[in-house]
Structures are given as structure tokens and as C-alpha cells.
């Protein structure tokens, strides 16, 4: 090969930012209906019942709408693990044939033990579909019948994690819609922060974060509906309440250092076009990971946290440099530093210029840098609230220089003596923090998109 072929190949395979979905649902999300004349008897499963598409249909969707990967996670009930594995992997494997393009992983929204749903990404390789047929029918909380309300509890998701942290290859788990269950406010359900930080210690390597903008969001095109189907607390700017509050959950895990990243996807059932809540994967959603175009390579981004989260393409890349004295760190990473020293933080984003799925061309008004003190893991397991987090500073068009399309800022942390993190956030809105979503907003016009933090410990 010339040396200018192998450069390109180089070039080919370089780390780069890749969108993604890692929650889409085809037609084998089935539903279950009791036969009325023997309660005894298996519920039977209705193919279809909860969204009409195929894989082969998400897999391709996913293409047109500049994805690179994409987790096809149908949820289950009773015995659905022979339907994921008869009916729904085959189909995976056409669907990978059809789009190769675009990475495809197997996976499921599984109905976890004790808790809301979650997303399960199985790695792509000979044993995957064993690998989630096990994991199914052994954990499933809807799998067996009867039904085994022993199975349904915390304890018992902690045992799974811990199980399959030593699997090889080993899954991902990530939160799904957390706050969905919320009551109000602040007011947990399902998920909540105790069980969050159980879980991150049980399996750090397997469960690594929460979606922090949920799918659902073309529900608010229909008239009084509610983004995300968030009926008890509604979404802020289209994110999670646990992610869009300053110095809320989030912020409070990130106060305790740990390596808990947030998530975008579709939650793709019906199209809104088909009289349904969602837009496809990819419409809307994008979960962007740093990585070579490689399937084990995606899985190591968003265990990394090498990740940036956007809704309405406003932002197609962000990154974010910390330095000091020749060193560096970036999302995801950790920067150790003497005590006392400047930082220099550098924030490079693409704002983009072609028009999105909506066809309009939103611009970044607005972004903030967010710093919090990282004070390690404090006394109380429920703890959802970090009192230290403030935006450092707030960017705007007068603050940033443009070549094109990529903004470029920068802003130095001076005489640092203590551990921080650091996050960016950026909106094409007026907000100066996101706000519940009323009902009926029209979603393409509150976009924002939130990076990962990097972290800064003292040496």
C-alpha cells in the first residue's frame, strides 16, 4: 500500500465521534394477554402489540438518520427470552447484513429486578445470543410463569450485576427513563439514588450510567401530551429531571467522583407519523461516543465516558481539554494536578449548519461551563443533591471565536486546591437552566446537549 493508502486507512479507522441509540424497540417488544378461560395458562404474546417495526426497518432508520450504532432492546414478559432468541435475533442478523453501516449490538430493555427498566448491551460476538437468553431467563422480573415476585427485588439485580461483571465479554447497563416513576419533584420511584450508587457498586464495569434525556420526545407533537410521557414531573428541556437539575442527582454522584455518565436515545416504538409517541433512532436523539468505528471500541467509549449527549442536531461534536503543564484530560478522564495549580479549560463544539430531521438549522446560543467539588462518597446512600455545583462561567457568541462551524472558547480554573469535576452544557434556547416542559411544547424548539465531566484530583 502507498504511503498516502495508509494514511487514509489510518485516517479510516481513527476514534472519532459516532452517534448512536442504545434504545429502540421492533415488533418482538411483544405484548401478553391472559387466556380469560384458564388463568392458569401462559399468557400468549402478541408480536406487534407494542410497536410495529421491524429490526430490519430500526436498523435501516437508524443509517438515514446519521447513526453509526445502534442496540435493538426489545422488553419481555413471560418465556419472552425464546422470542428474543428464535424470533428477534435472526432478524438482528438480517438487519446487520442489510445496513452494515451501522454497527447493530442484541441487547433488551430488561425488566430489572427490583427497578425501572434498563437498557442491556450484550458485546458483539459468537456467544451473544446465549448470553442474553441466560441473562433473560434467569433475571427477567416478567419472565417466569407463574409469576415469582421473588425474583422482582433489589437484591436480586445486585446478584445479576455482580454475575455478569464477571462474564467475558462483559455487558453494559444503563438507567432507562429514571425519573419516569418519579411522584414529584425530587419525589424518586423506581429508580432512585440509592439504588443507582448499589448498582455502580456492585458492577462499576457493567452499570455506567442513565439516560439522561429519555426517548418519547415526539409525545409533546399530540395535543397536550407530555415529552418523554413523563405524566407525574415532566422533562426540563427535554432531559431527565435527575440530569437537568443543577446540583441535583447527577451533580451529587459526580460530587462523590464517581464515573456515572448520561445517555440520549429514541425509546422508539411508534413513529409519530404512525399516530405514536417517538421518533425514530436518530431523528431526534443522538448519543455521540468518541471511538474508532469498531464494535468493542463503541462499548469502551461508553464505558469510558467519552460521550456527548444532543437533542435536534444542535451540536455534532464537543470537545472538552483540561491541561495543566503539558497534561491533559478529557471527558471521562481524570487530570491530577499539584495543588494551587491554574487549569485551562479549552470547550470546542460544532454547531452544525445543515438543516435537521425537522428541517431547520438550530444555533448554539449559549454555553455553560458547570464546576462542582468532588468530596468523595458521604454518609447518606440517598443523598441526591451537591450544593457545590455553580456555573463557572456562562459562553456566549461575544465569548467564543468561529472557524465555520466549530466555536472554540476557553477559561482558566485559577489556584486549584481541591478535587472538582467539570461538565459543559449547551442550549440553542434563552433559559438560563432548563425549566419543566409544559405540555404540548413543540420539542424542536428546546434543544440543548450535555457533555460528560472530566475530573480533577490533587497529586
Not at 17 to 24: F, I, Q, S, Y
Not at 202 to 228: D, F, Y
Amino acid at each position: 500500500m502507498s504511503a498516502a493508502g495508509q494514511a487514509l486507512a489510518q485516517d479510516v479507522d481513527a476514534p472519532r465521534w459516532l452517534a448512536g441509540d442504545h434504545h429502540v424497540h421492533s415488533r418482538f417488544s411483544a405484548t401478553y394477554a391472559a387466556d380469560p378461560a384458564n388463568g392458569d395458562a401462559i399468557p400468549q404474546a402478541a408480536i406487534g402489540g407494542d410497536g410495529p417495526h421491524t429490526i430490519v426497518q430500526n436498523g435501516a432508520m437508524a443509517g438515514r438518520f446519521g447513526l453509526s450504532w445502534m442496540v435493538s432492546t426489545d422488553h419481555g414478559g413471560p418465556h419472552h427470552s425464546r422470542i428474543n432468541a428464535e424470533q428477534a435475533y435472526p432478524e438482528l442478523l438480517e438487519s446487520r447484513a442489510r445496513t452494515p453501516g451501522v454497527i447493530q449490538f442484541y441487547g433488551m430493555e430488561l425488566d430489572t429486578p427490583g427497578s425501572e427498566h434498563s437498557s442491556l448491551i450484550i458485546p458483539i460476538h459468537a456467544g451473544e445470543r446465549d448470553m442474553l437468553r441466560g441473562i433473560e431467563s434467569r433475571w427477567g422480573s416478567r419472565e417466569p410463569w407463574p409469576a415469582d415476585t421473588t425474583r422482582d427485588t433489589r437484591a436480586a439485580m445486585l446478584e445479576l450485576l455482580r454475575t455478569i461483571d464477571g462474564y467475558t465479554p462483559r455487558p453494559i447497563i444503563i438507567a432507562n427513563h429514571p425519573s419516569r416513576s418519579a411522584g414529584g419533584f425530587g419525589v424518586w420511584g423506581e429508580h432512585d439514588a440509592a439504588s443507582l450508587r448499589d448498582w455502580q457498586d456492585a458492577a462499576p464495569r457493567v452499570a455506567i450510567g442513565m439516560e439522561g434525556a429519555p426517548g418519547h420526545q415526539a409525545t409533546s407533537l399530540k395535543p397536550g401530551g407530555q415529552r418523554g410521557i413523563y405524566r407525574r414531573y415532566p422533562t426540563m428541556g427535554g432531559f431527565d429531571q435527575m440530569t437537568a437539575t443543577l446540583g441535583g442527582l447527577w451533580d451529587a454522584m459526580l460530587g462523590e467522583g464517581r464515573h456515572w455518565w448520561i445517555t440520549a436515545t429514541s425509546d422508539s416504538h411508534r413513529h409519530s407519523s404512525e399516530g405514536g409517541d417517538d421518533f425514530w433512532p436518530g431523528e431526534y436523539s443522538k448519543t455521540w461516543v468518541m471511538a474508532r468505528p469498531d464494535p468493542d471500541a463503541v462499548l469502551e467509549g461508553l464505558r469510558s465516558g467519552r460521550i456527548f449527549v444532543a437533542t435536534g442536531d444542535l451540536v455534532s461534536e464537543m470537545d472538552v481539554t483540561v491541561t495543566e503543564a503539558g497534561a491533559e484530560a478529557r471527558m471521562g478522564q481524570d487530570l491530577s494536578i499539584p495543588k494551587g495549580a491554574d487549569v485551562v479549560v479549552t470547550i470546542r463544539i460544532r454547531d452544525p449548519q445543515a438543516p435537521n430531521a425537522a428541517g431547520r438549522s438550530p444555533d448554539v446560543k449559549r454555553i455553560d461551563l458547570i464546576v462542582g467539588d468532588v468530596t468523595g462518597p458521604g454518609p447518606d446512600r440517598a443523598g441526591d443533591k451537591n450544593a457545590t455545583t455553580r456555573v463557572e462561567r456562562r459562553f456566549t457568541g461575544s465569548d467564543w471565536t468561529r472557524d465555520g462551524e466549530v466555536l472554540t472558547m476557553r477559561h482558566v480554573l485559577s489556584a486549584v486546591d481541591h478535587p472538582l469535576y467539570l461538565r459543559v452544557r449547551a442550549t440553542g434556547g434563552t433559559e438560563l437552566e432548563p425549566t419543566a416542559d409544559p405540555a404540548g411544547e413543540d420539542p424542536w424548539s428546546d434543544l440543548w446537549a450535555y457533555g460528560n465531566p472530566v475530573f480533577i484530583r490533587l497529586r
